[in-house]
């Protein structure tokens, strides 16, 4: 069974010849240096050559302003640097080497007003052959409908980074804006609806897709999410369910939503709009599979929700962790195993070896 087949069988609730083994997020840069330090690994290898992940392709719409903003720097310290990013962001970012990701604070976006996404919105044009890859051909499509992998669609939902930035306008402009103007927001996710579905349609005619998910990390933080399921249900949901409509009437039947933090108040809603995958199901936000997988039965498909914290702190408490949640949610089905974040410096070589063995040594 290849691993194509493998994913397959798993989202649709048939038993597969092993378990898979998956990363969501992926090995930081810095944690493979961190191994290399400590002697864990050789120097010049990728996480992916250390560990043979079961191969997997996602594509991702170009969903980028076209022509992207000019990068520039305003100010700069020993300790930090301010400047534009390719989103017209202005990004505050640490020059210090941290154990996790690059610090970085968003202080705004350049979207201030009704005038100003009219604007911005001219550099979202799904036309544009530059949103194609280089290699688009018969011979890209060919390539991707034999592949032995499972080929997946990624479209970033929103404007910019999304939520991450408050859809360009910055977290408290945003907040407030849906409180005064939530017109704007609907017209926005409005327009993005009908980018994303142009954009998406050379790709989805001709690439047979085994899933496809939208990203809109950081929707969720440590207790529920950033906007009441009621308020997402009334702005985000139509235009969402456009897309997941379109995508469904070209067979693909499994539509997933990627963001940090605890989604679980979205659930039904998401639910209702046809959104059936979620993923990385982030423990530190008290996300657990089996509580999702007994709540919601077969209507859901789970990847992720190894904790980020059993690798921290070392091989035994991943061996608790595998233990306790991988055989009775690959039983059930619907379920691949993931960690839930990103493999930073701070989990150590042998945690994530020791899951690798753990996975490779399980039997169905």
């Not at 290849?2 to 810095?30: K, M």
Request: net charge negative; proline share 7%.
């Amino acid at each position: 069974m290849n691993a194509r087949e493998r994913f397959n069988r798993i989202v649709h609730f048939q038993r597969p010849d092993r378990v898979p083994l998956w990363q969501v997020e992926g090995i930081t840069e810095t944690a493979v240096r961190r191994w290399v330090i400590d002697g864990d690994v050789p120097i010049g290898v990728s996480g992916e050559d250390i560990f043979a992940f079961d191969p997997k392709t996602v594509l991702r719409l170009d969903t980028d302003p076209l022509p992207a903003a000019v990068a520039k720097v305003l100010e700069e310290d020993d300790r930090w640097r301010t400047g534009i990013d390719q989103y017209g962001f202005t990004v505050r970012t640490s020059k210090q080497q941290s154990a996790g990701p690059t610090h970085y604070y968003y202080l705004d976006g350049p979207v201030h007003s009704r005038a100003d996404w009219e604007k911005w919105k001219a550099r979202y044009d799904p036309a544009d052959p530059r949103r194609k890859p280089r290699c688009w051909s018969n011979e890209l499509f060919a390539h991707y409908n034999r592949s032995d992998a499972p080929v997946g669609l990624r479209i970033d939902w929103g404007p910019g980074r999304g939520i991450k930035n408050g859809y360009m306008m910055g977290h408290d402009r945003f907040l407030q804006t849906l409180i005064d103007d939530p017109k704007l927001l609907e017209e926005m996710f409005g327009f993005w609806a009908e980018f994303v579905i142009e954009l998406a349609g050379d790709f989805v005619e001709r690439i047979h897709f085994d899933f496809a998910f939208f990203n809109e990390d950081g929707m969720g933080f440590k207790n529920s999410t950033m906007v009441s399921p009621e308020m997402y249900r009334r702005i985000w949901g139509p235009p969402l369910r456009k897309v997941v409509t379109y995508l469904r009437g070209r067979g693909i039947d499994v539509i997933g939503y990627l963001t940090s933090g605890n989604v679980r108040p979205l659930i039904p809603v998401l639910l209702e709009i046809g959104v059936n995958l979620h993923m990385p199901l982030e423990c530190a936000a008290g996300i657990d599979a089996r509580e999702l997988r007994r709540e919601y039965g077969r209507d859901v498909l789970l990847i992720g929700n190894i904790s980020r914290q059993a690798f921290m702190s070392g091989p035994a408490a991943v061996e608790k962790e595998f233990h306790a949640k991988v055989p009775p949610l690959m039983e059930a089905g619907g379920y691949v195993p993931a960690p839930d974040d990103l493999i930073m410096p701070d989990m150590p070589y042998a945690s994530v070896r020791r899951y690798v063995e753990l996975v490779r040594e399980f039997r169905l």
